[in-house]
Every structure is written in C-alpha cells, then in structure tokens.
C-alpha cells in the first residue's frame, strides 16, 4: 500500500479492493489465534524531546483507539460498512491493535503549555492528536476491513474516486477523505488567501467528485502609466484583463493575450486606443488614435522632430486622454541686417532778440546712415519679437542748427484782453477785413513797427511777437488808443 493506506495496485474503474494481495500489500491477514493473543502491539511515536505522554498536559489515553475514532474513520455509512463485515466496532479496534504497523510520528509544539487546573489538554495538542489519528485511521480500517472479509466490498467503500482540477489542469486520485480540506492536505495542497476553491473546505467529498482550485496570482497593472495591484485567478492576460474589467479594443499590451500569468504574478503594461487632435504649427488640425500614454511618447509615435526652441502643449510627460488637444508651437530664430537713418543732432544757439519759446532752424542738417543687426523671431511662421543685437554707423549726420529765444516775453495779461475784445482770443485770427492776428493789426502798421522781422503778416506771427509790436505802438502814440473801442469798454488809457 502506498503512504496514505491505498493499494499499490489500482484495478481499471478506479477502485483497488479487488485487487488485494495478501502476500505483497501492507497488512497481512490475522492468523486464527485465542483471542488475547496478537502479533504485535502499535508502537506509539515518541516526541523529539519527550515522551509525548510523560508531558503534564497530555491527556491521559489519548492515543488510544476508540469506538469515536473508528465511526469517524468510516464516515456517515460506518453502521452500514461493519454490517456488511460483519464486524463491531470493538472487533476493528482489537484487530488494528493487533496488526504490526508503521505509523507516521506525532508531531507536537515546541512548546507546550501546561494542563488547566480542571484537567483539560491545550487545544495544541487535542489538535495534533487528532490530525495524527485522522492521518493513519482510514487507511488502517480498510486494511483490517480487507483482511477479514478477503474482498474489497467494505473497504471499497470508504474510498472514492476524486478529480482535483487545480487551474484548469486535472487529476484523478483515490481518498479516504472526508471533506474537501481534508482530501486537499492529505495531496498536500495548500490553499491561499487569494486563491478560489470549490466546493469550500468544509464539504462532504463523494466518489466521482470535482474540486476546482484556482490559484490567485498577483497583477501589477499599468494602464497608461496609472498603477494598480489586482489579484486575478485567471490563466491567461487575456483572461485577467477580462476579470478586471479592463478594456482593450485596439490597446498595445505588454504581453501576449494567451500568455499564462505564472504563479509568482507579473506585471502588465497596458497603453489604451485615444481619439486625440493635433496641430502641427500653421498646419491644419490632424484627428488621430494612438495608443501613446503621453504626448512624449506621441511625439516619438509620430515621429514630429522637435527643434530646440518649439513647444508642446500640454507638456511633454502630461498623460493623454480621449479627447485631448496636442498642439505644437513651431519657434525660430533669425539674424538680418537693416539699414536705417541716423538723425542729425540739434546745436542750439541763444537769440537774446527772441522771446523765450521762439525758435528759428538755421541748417536743418543731414541725417547719416548705420547698419542695424536685429534677431527675428517668428512663432509658426509669423513674426512676434525683433530685438537689436548690434549696430555700425557707415554714414555720420550733419547737425542741426536752431536758434531759440533768450529774451523775456513782456506780461501779456492787458494785450490778452485787448486780444479777447478784438479778435475772441484768437492771435491767428484773419476775417478779410484787412486787419489780422489777436490784435487786428492792419499791414502797414504791422511792417511800420518792425512786425515784417517776425512774418510777412501779424496772424502769422506768435503771440509774443504781435506782443511787442503791439507795445511799440502803444509807446509811439502814448497810450492804448490805437484800439479805441476795446481800450474804451476796458478802462484803457
């Protein structure tokens, strides 16, 4: 028999109880004997440390066989498999008891703690007394079961015929086992907190059976550079991608879809199909799909050459999304050379024969000629800046000579009144009437006076100058009489 008590030597339909050899397989039969006669006692295994029964918390008779451990060996049929040996209980039990048999070891705790005060054993070792029955009672039954009637009837059963599909991947064995839990331990398969299986744990297990186990494997995904961990107990990408939910029309993954997702996990890179708009400088909007997860990586999709001083909005490590914008600012730089004038400077000369504010160009001058060095700059072909970056004079200016007033104007606050009474205030006043300018000079007055040094005519000349003609008049003829209305309505002599 192999380490979980079954026969070596399975028959085709999967049961091996026909099959047993009483000459080769692990009990031997029971020689007719007086009945407290036996082969041989069952030797109990000895802890590492100390004898398992010297410790003061372990249960006395504990590794006894009893009718409880017999009736949970056989299962929910116990009554119905003894009738059909035609056995009791306490027959099993004096026959195990009998049989020469290598036993797996008790194992227990390190460390024990001490028995209650009101004698009960620790749950540690209830626990591991009771998994050590559990793992050399079922088969030890059916081995007894199998020499006392010669036929596989009985111990047959107490096996079944189980099918273990761990991801997608199936086997068949034979068990004793009751529950799944237990059948899964005794194949020593372990159950993560991750994984699926069903039916639970806790389920009864009978012959023909399936238990499912996927494994859970974790997933680290990136979907357009968003990061996540998922746990999936799926087989393939394709699958997982699915168990998430995660949509991949047109996306670019990392991995093909049919690719098992080992056991240890993986992780994914996942770029989605976007619906985005780009433009290209002075170009016409483009509508594109891509798969780039930002505009860097669109820009080397596309293969668009940067230069130095272009743009991209938005910036280069911005994630994209459907919808989204791409627009490049195309910016250049030029150097040209503009010839342009250079403005002749101003010399001054003082007139003390001029009212101050009065002035007279004497040479106009000549303006020179210099060479400019400008930078152009330019944004998707229009210019924007032009900034000087140097200059060469290839033409000197002549300057430019004006004479200005030195000489005090008199106080005109009378004459503005004559002015306003005369002409309204206005000094270029001219009607038609002979007679110009604020004071209503006539022409032969006016040149009488010296007025023709300033303008051929007095509303050509500046108030200051019709002024100081005006007070030569006024000095000659001994008062304002010269305009006698106004002089009149003003109190003027």
């Known amino acids: 028999m192999n380490g979980r008590g079954e026969p070596s030597h399975p028959r085709n339909d999967g049961y091996w109880a026909d099959s047993f050899d009483s000459a080769t397989d692990w009990f031997t039969p029971v020689q007719a004997a007086e009945p407290r006669t036996a082969v041989g006692l069952l030797d109990r295994p000895q802890h590492e440390r100390y004898p398992a029964e010297d410790h003061p918390s372990f249960p006395p008779g504990a590794l006894e066989i009893t009718p409880a451990d017999i009736y949970d060996a056989l299962g929910p049929d116990a009554e119905d498999v003894l009738a059909t040996a035609e056995i009791d209980v306490d027959e099993v039990i004096r026959l195990i008891n009998a049989e020469t048999t290598v036993l797996p070891p008790l194992v227990l705790p390190d460390v024990l703690p001490e028995a209650e005060e009101d004698g009960e054993p620790p749950q540690e070792v209830v626990e591991a007394i009771t998994d050590w029955k559990r793992r050399f009672l079922k088969g030890a039954v059916a081995g007894v079961l199998l020499t006392l009637t010669g036929t596989g009837g009985a111990a047959a059963a107490m096996d079944k015929s189980v099918t273990v599909e761990i991801d997608g991947q199936e086997r068949t064995i034979n068990t004793y086992e009751d529950t799944v839990g237990e059948v899964l331990e005794d194949e020593g398969i372990q159950v993560g907190q991750h994984d699926a299986l069903s039916p639970s744990p806790q389920a009864k297990v009978g012959h023909g059976d399936t238990i499912t186990l996927d494994r859970g494997r974790l997933l680290k995904v990136n979907i357009d550079g968003e990061v996540r961990e998922e746990w999936v107990r799926s087989v393939t990408v394709g699958q997982a991608l699915s168990q998430l939910g995660v949509s991949t029309e047109g996306a670019w993954i990392s991995a093909d ?139 000197e200016a002549q300057e430019k000579v ?86 009149s309505k003003l109190g003027l002599s």
């Open 257 to 395: 879809r049919n690719m098992v997702v080992p056991h240890e996990g993986m992780e994914l890179v996942i770029k989605t199909s976007k619906d985005i708009t780009l433009i290209d400088g002075d170009g016409e909007p483009r509508r594109l799909t891509t798969t780039a997860a930002t505009v860097d990586e669109l820009v080397k999709e596309q293969e668009l050459q940067l230069g130095p001083e272009d743009t991209v909005t938005p910036g280069g490590d911005q994630r994209l999304v459907s919808g989204a914008e791409v627009r490049i600012v195309r910016t250049s730089s030029t150097v040209i050379n503009v010839t342009m004038p250079v403005e002749p400077p101003v010399r001054e000369i003082v007139d003390n024969t001029m009212f101050k504010g009065e002035e007279r160009v004497e040479f106009p001058g000549v303006p020179g000629e210099k060479i400019v060095t400008m930078r152009v700059t330019t944004e998707n072909g229009e210019e924007v800046k032009r900034e000087t970056v140097g200059e060469k004079v290839v033409k």
């Open 402 to 487: 004006v004479r200005v007033g030195g000489k005090q104007p008199p106080n005109g606050a009378v004459w503005d009144k004559l002015a306003q009474c005369e002409a309204s205030g206005n000094w270029s006043a001219n009607s038609g009437n002979g007679y110009y300018g604020g004071l209503q000079f006539n022409k032969s007055t006016w040149d009488a006076y010296g007025g023709d040094q300033y303008a051929p005519y007095p509303h050509q000349a500046s108030r200051e100058q019709q002024i100081a003609v005006a007070e030569k008049v006024r000095s000659s003829r001994g008062g304002y009489g010269a305009w006698p209305h106004c002089s």
